[in-house]
């Protein structure tokens, strides 16, 4: 009796494990994989919801099963490698200023607490060998950006106060399309409807009211033409600096080489012309010598200068080389 119990229990085990692998299976496959009939599949089903497992059920000769959501996070079974890369995350979760460390940390006490000693060796072994940079920028609200989420997803318009870069406030009435993430920091691209144009917004200044529950249409953009549209603002938006360059490279060996969006005019087949700037001249005059190509400034006095004292540091640099 002891024994049929036990194999009944680690056959529940296993079944919840599989629901948890993908999201359909047919009564015929979860008994194929569980070395039982289909019958024994329904009786075990019907133990898994009598524990609280919503499992739903399609009817018919193709009938299957598939494990829903419910009101309660039921227990996850993970394998070797999701267990140690679910663990190896969260510590890395918990040292960045995301608002939700402390919420890490527990979560990540919760899992070590049950690893195996050799599951718990390699999550060590990662973080041994591993440095972290910790992150200078302030912590993100997840209540914030759960509500821009949920405005995305519902099609709803979105109201809300919203901090200025140089520290002045005003109320906002957007509708919100796309979250973007770059590095530390989170983006809304959104219509503002007072301003009839394309926005973005970043989300640790914002601070939504309460939803109004108006819906709007979504506007048809991609999702490269959204990245690229967000990284282009949020680049010239930081500029302090602008300049455009003679490139003596065709565009295309130009675009190529350039890891942010930047505005590249055709002039023949091995020139261009490239706008661009950056709140430091020096170390922008620095970043266009990497492209190895010749260079002349058209517009940016402030570059031409940054040129000029970076040619006298490096003839002083090869100077110095040549008279050991």
């Known amino acids: 009796m002891m024994e049929s119990m036990l194999e009944t229990s680690a056959r529940l085990l ?40 919503p499992v739903d059920a399609r009817p018919g000769v193709a009938g299957g099963y598939r494990l829903a959501a419910g009101t309660a996070m039921p227990p996850l079974l993970l394998d070797d490698d999701e267990a140690v890369a679910v663990a190896v995350g969260l510590g890395t979760v918990a040292t960045q200023r995301l608002g939700v460390e402390e919420t890490s940390l527990t979560a990540l006490a919760k899992l070590e607490q049950v690893l195996p000693s050799r599951l718990r060796r390699r999550v060590e072994a990662v973080r041994e060998a591993t440095s972290v940079v910790p992150g200078a920028g302030r912590p993100l609200d997840l209540a914030v950006l759960s509500a821009v989420a949920a405005a995305i997803r519902g099609h709803e318009r979105l109201r809300f106060g919203y901090t200025k870069p140089g520290g002045g406030e005003g109320a906002r009435h957007t509708e919100p399309q796309r979250l973007v993430t770059w590095g530390r920091l989170w983006y809304l691209l959104a219509w503002d409807l007072d ?27 991609s999702e490269d033409d959204v990245v690229e549209y967000v990284v282009r603002r949020v680049s010239k938006a930081a500029w302090k600096y602008r300049a455009r360059v003679l490139v003596h490279a065709p565009a295309a060996e130009v675009a190529a080489k350039l890891r942010i969006p930047v505005d590249i005019e055709v002039v023949d087949e091995s020139t261009c012309q490239v706008e661009l700037g950056s709140d430091d001249p020096d170390r922008l005059a620095l970043w266009l010598t990497q492209l190895d190509v010749d260079i002349e400034v058209i517009d940016g006095d402030e570059l031409a200068a940054a040129f000029d004292r970076l ?3 490096f003839h002083r640099a090869a100077g110095g080389a040549s008279t050991r």
């Open 14 to 53: 296993e079944l919840l494990s599989l629901l948890q692998l993908k999201r359909d299976w047919t009564s015929a496959e979860l008994a194929g994989r569980l070395d039982v009939s289909t019958r024994t599949v329904r009786a075990d089903i019907g133990k898994l919801r009598s524990l609280g497992y």
């Open 195 to 221: 301003r009839d144009d394309w926005r973005v917004f970043r989300v640790d200044r914002m601070v939504p009211h309460t939803p109004t529950g108006e819906r709007f249409r979504p506007r048809v953009i």
């Open 311 to 313: 040619a006298t540091r």
